[in-house]
């Protein structure tokens, strides 16, 4: 009983809303079901993915970073001062005396570390990359889940119409055992085995249907939440 309570919880929080109830009480065939899904769904559905805008941050920061690393060549201080003429921490760059300068009144660094900086902007670049592959690979990984989900979601359909011709048939068929039990032509035993088709026809119909609900999900998960 506490895991079915937490169950509204869960699907809230899944998407994005605060923890609240969930209106219940409909069968699986009252659930409503796209009777075809739309053509020409444009890939720009996928960029709503969490994975997608997870990766996506994780590049734009790692091209802050880069920014960042190639910042630190200049040194942080004032070109010039009153009167538009070079300013003293500008100068003293260029005094043989003086390897470092001066920036908001504190002393800062070397203007130049050796290989440091270098390095540090060099790391910058590869993390980069790193990020670029990365958001490629999961834009790829969207593709594929979308791809697996239409073609398991089609598959799914097929086999529920399928499925539901055949209780269509065994329902025929329950009815006329009833009409050749009721005129003496056949025993009870004919109309229990229609019965009993009918019935396993009907367990397997929705068992189909569940999975069929349980592919939309995946396929709705896949584009970002669905196409509206």
């Keep these: 009983m506490l ?7 869960r699907l809230s929080i899944l998407l994005g809303h605060a923890p609240q109830e ?3 009480g409909r069968s699986i065939d009252d659930q409503p079901h796209p009777a075809q899904i739309p053509t ?6 996928l960029e709503r993915r969490p994975d997608i805008r997870q990766a996506e941050a994780t590049l ?3 091209s802050a970073r880069v920014g960042v690393a190639k910042a630190q060549f200049f040194p942080q201080i004032s070109l010039t001062s009153l009167g538009g003429s070079a300013s003293n921490q500008l100068q003293s760059i260029f005094d043989g005396k003086n390897a470092y300068w001066y920036a908001a009144g504190s002393l800062s660094q070397p203007i130049f570390e050796g290989g440091r900086l270098r390095s540090n902007y060099k ?3 590869a993390q980069q990359q790193e990020m670029v592959a990365q958001y490629q690979k999961t834009i790829l990984g969207a593709l594929k ?6 073609t398991a979601y089609k598959e799914l359909q097929n086999r529920c119409n399928e499925q539901a011709r055949l209780v269509s048939s065994a329902t025929e068929a329950v009815h006329l055992a009833r009409l050749r039990y009721a005129g003496g032509n056949t025993s009870y ?3 229990l085995t229609t019965d009993t088709d009918l019935y396993n026809a009907q367990v397997s119909l929705a068992q189909e249907q569940a ?3 349980s592919s939309l999900v995946q396929l709705y998960a896949a584009l970002g939440g669905g196409w509206q």
Aim: charged share 20%; aromatic share 2%; proline share 3%.
């Design 3 to 9: 895991g079915r309570a937490l169950i509204p919880a």
């Design 22 to 24: 969930i209106d219940r």
């Design 40 to 45: 020409g769904l444009t890939s720009e559905l």
């Design 60 to 62: 734009i920061a790692a």
């Design 123 to 125: 790391y910058s670049q």
């Design 145 to 150: 889940d979308v791809s697996n989900a239409l």
């Design 189 to 191: 035993l004919e109309v």
């Design 211 to 213: 999975q069929e609900a």
